[in-house]
């Protein structure tokens, strides 16, 4: 058995706008279980990054710890990537973010990793509208440590060990939405077509995008009693809607069946357009958002799709005033200005 990719690749492969195939998106090959519902969340990765002719060396990748974590290594080879320490991801996202607001900031974690040890990392880059996508492999489980529930395993769900869960679970979409997140949107990794675009959306959103991923564990948690597993989400799916991502600049030639439609238009110039499959929910309303996933959970159902969105807030670089300019290109008589400055601004103390 070999671990390395093939390095041939066949000549006419298409490429996007920058020149270059898929295959320049791709990482290594990946040692996570076979069927791992992560692996199809990195080729939805892969796949966005293609299609939104992202530079590769324009983007950074970060992750904490847990087979989530892991992923980063399997997409975008080509980019900026940080692994830290347990839940730890958002604050080296902050700092990075800070020191270089040119980059794309892609973070990868999992529902222990944000859901337990890393909960107050989550909910600080939440309120402080840091720009990123932050993307949560939700499992439900430890998949590293055999299997014990997460913070996000539902209550009365049953992990393979037989033990019955008695406490609620976090939710982390309702819990995104309640903090003021400005992107809230939750999918299922079996669900190729619905991801992509969202992950699209999130990368051309001014702020902190947030994606809860359900992504079924094919070792610990797909038994018959799991919330997790893949025949519980495929019976237990409830999408807002279908919606598709156009890019600025390109013709819309999407089409929808009958339906209520609507376009809304991001910082970018770029267009999300909906076709509402619920009329009582408002993707711009946050007290609609919150009732809808309220909802689906007193009907033991899953809410897939964009939740919740707000055009309007700023992100932190915009609160802060920071500078334009990333840090390392800052020289010595940008950081001292000079006497003269300094005299100005004590006289302005006095």
């Known amino acids: 058995m070999t671990f390395i990719k093939p390095k041939f690749r066949h000549p006419d492969l298409p490429k996007n706008k920058l020149g270059y195939t898929l295959s320049y998106y ?5 040692t996570l279980c076979a ?10 990765i892969i ?3 293609f299609e939104m002719n992202i530079e590769p060396h324009k983007l950074a990748k970060l992750s904490g710890i847990g087979c989530s974590s892991k992923t980063p290594t399997y997409f975008l080879g080509n980019s900026h990537g940080f692994n830290s320490v347990h839940g730890r991801m958002p604050s080296v996202a902050t700092g990075a973010n800070m ?5 794309i900031y892609l973070g990868v974690s999992g529902d222990g990793d944000t859901a337990s040890i890393g909960m107050g990392q989550f909910v600080h880059v939440i309120r402080r509208n840091l720009k990123m996508i932050y993307i949560v492999m939700n499992n439900g489980c430890y998949g590293l440590t055999k299997g014990q529930d997460s913070a996000t395993a539902d209550n009365g769900s049953i992990s393979k060990a037989g033990i019955v869960n008695q406490f609620q679970a976090i939710d982390l979409c309702g819990l995104a939405i309640e903090l003021g997140a400005t992107f809230v949107a939750q ?3 079996g669900d ?6 969202l992950i699209k959306a999130a990368m051309a959103h001014n702020g902190f995008a947030f994606i809860n991923v359900i992504s079924p564990c094919v070792t610990f948690n797909n038994n018959k009693g799991s ?19 156009v890019p600025e600049m390109e013709e819309i030639t999407t089409t929808y069946e009958s339906g209520e439609k609507h376009a809304i238009k991001l910082h970018d110039g770029s267009l999300l357009q909906f076709n509402k499959l619920d009329s009582d929910w408002d993707p711009l309303d946050r007290f609609s958002a919150m009732k809808a996933v309220h909802q689906a959970r007193e009907k033991n159902e899953i809410i897939t799709g964009l939740l919740y969105l707000n055009q309007g807030a700023m992100d932190l670089h915009e609160l802060v005033n920071t500078c334009d300019r990333p840090l390392n290109t800052l020289k010595k008589e940008d950081l001292c200005p000079g006497n003269g400055a300094l005299a100005s601004i004590n006289a302005g103390l006095r």
């Open 26 to 30: 791709e990482g290594a090959l990946s």
């Open 35 to 44: 069927g791992c519902g992560h692996d199809s969340i990195s080729a939805a």
């Open 47 to 49: 796949q966005s990054a």
């Open 99 to 103: 020191a270089n607001k040119d980059l």
């Open 187 to 189: 999918s299922f990794s």
């Open 192 to 197: 190729k077509k619905q991801l992509i675009p």
């Open 227 to 245: 919330t997790k597993s893949y025949d519980f989400v495929r019976g237990h799916l409830e999408a807002t809607g279908t919606f598709d991502f």
